[in-house]
């Protein structure tokens, strides 16, 4: 399963510098220190030692998925710039979330809330996890705990992006409660909006 969430190049950035530029308006704020809780995981602020995790959701992505969020034929983000990124914007990465398997201790990805561009109470639910950690329920389980809490933290509605070709994450919003509510022809595919009320 791959990112629920492909951002759009804002001007003059790439890589992992575009999603920290992205973070919720007021709700980056408020998942400062956050930590949820669910059964079997564990999802909080990233730590540096964690940069090689997401280096390896950057090598991981599919070929299709636009190039701005892969890692580009420098080879950049590189581990230090991802290192720096986690560095200055801790304890949060722009919203997402480390989702930490409990019983092992080890990060396999992300989940959390991003700026959709429709104002601070409508933030897009965003997530991503490595290849060994698909297929276990974890996207979902993690997106209940962060759709938990961005309801109590007064959100009114989530957004939700997701290419049309991404079976799995698009299964995964359907189980969190997630509707259609458009769709883009893109050279890169078809993208489709989704949504949910709190």
Same mark, same amino acid.
């Given at each position: ?30 998942? #400062? ?149 458009? #769709? ?15």
């Amino acid at each position: 399963m791959g990112a629920a969430r492909v951002l759009l190049p804002l001007s003059g950035t790439r890589g992992l510098a575009h999603w920290k530029c992205r973070a919720v308006t007021g709700g980056a704020a408020r998942s #400062r220190g956050v930590v949820l809780k669910t059964d079997r995981l564990l999802l909080r602020p990233w730590r540096v030692a964690e940069a090689a995790v997401q280096r390896e959701m950057w090598s991981e992505r599919d070929p299709r998925v636009p190039p701005h969020r892969r890692i580009d034929a420098d080879g950049r983000p590189s581990l230090a710039e991802l290192e720096g990124g986690i560095r200055a914007h801790e304890p949060s990465s722009a919203g997402l979330l480390a989702v930490e398997r409990k019983a092992v201790g080890d990060a396999v990805g992300y989940c959390g809330l991003v700026d959709s561009g429709r104002g601070a109470h409508e933030p897009e639910l965003a997530f991503e996890l490595l290849r060994r950690s698909r297929g276990q329920g974890y996207a979902t389980e993690a997106s209940w705990a962060v759709l938990d809490w961005a309801r109590s933290s007064g959100y009114e509605r989530l957004w939700a992006s997701v290419w049309d070709w991404n079976t799995a994450s698009r299964r995964v919003l359907e189980k969190v409660g997630f509707t259609e509510a458009d #769709r883009e022809d893109t050279i890169h595919g078809t993208n489709l909006t989704t949504t949910r009320l709190l």
